[in-house]
């Protein structure tokens, strides 16, 4: 679907299962999540899930693996808000392939996507005021902390904080 210098976006496929799987099991990586770390007991049922998210058009949205060397090392989502023209991205990714740019050069691409392909007004992310790495790729990939929500958001047994990013068509 989208190729980068080094890595391929492309839809999830059945095959990428215990790639996701290394994502998703890891505590550290869904600290911040909404969802709890996936186990043996309902990784399939949960990749279904992910599976399902195939189209940005759908209510759904749509989950793009992030692929290195035929191993996926990351998800990128995007789905439209209920604004006109405008989506929301989050981003999951294996820890084994932190520091290395990946990230970065993936969620560009997903932007330039949406931008030029969707033509898109506004694409923003929600992410938890804890998750420092979040907040730094999101501003590595041009966009601006727009609001700093406090105890805004229940998950997990607590309160938390949110951030709000944000960038517009035309700067990009």
């Known amino acids: ?23 998703y099991s890891d505590e550290k990586t869904c600290q911040y999540l909404l969802h709890e770390p996936w186990n ?34 990351g998800i990128l989502s995007a789905w439209k808000t209920e604004m006109k023209d405008t989506a929301e991205i989050g981003f999951s990714f294996n820890k084994n392939y932190s520091g290395q740019g990946y990230a970065t050069e993936a969620a560009k691409a997903l932007l330039d996507f949406l931008f030029a392909e969707k ?3 506004r694409v923003t992310a929600n992410c ?20 700093h929500f406090i ?8 309160w938390t904080d949110s951030f709000i990013f944000a960038v517009l068509s035309e700067e990009r």
């Open 119 to 121: 033509h898109l007004h």
């Open 40 to 73: 043996a007991n309902n990784k399939v049922s949960a990749f279904k899930e992910e599976l399902s998210k195939n189209d940005f058009d759908s209510k759904d949205g749509l989950n793009l693996a992030v692929v290195l060397d035929n191993k996926v090392i």
């Open 1 to 23: 679907m989208i190729n980068t210098n080094r890595l391929e976006l492309r839809v999830l496929i059945e095959r990428d299962l215990e790639d996701v799987y290394e994502i």
């Open 151 to 158: 105890k805004d958001f229940w998950n997990k047994g607590e």
């Open 128 to 147: 938890d005021a804890r998750n420092a790495a979040s907040a730094k790729l999101c501003q590595r990939i041009g966009m601006r902390k727009e609001a």
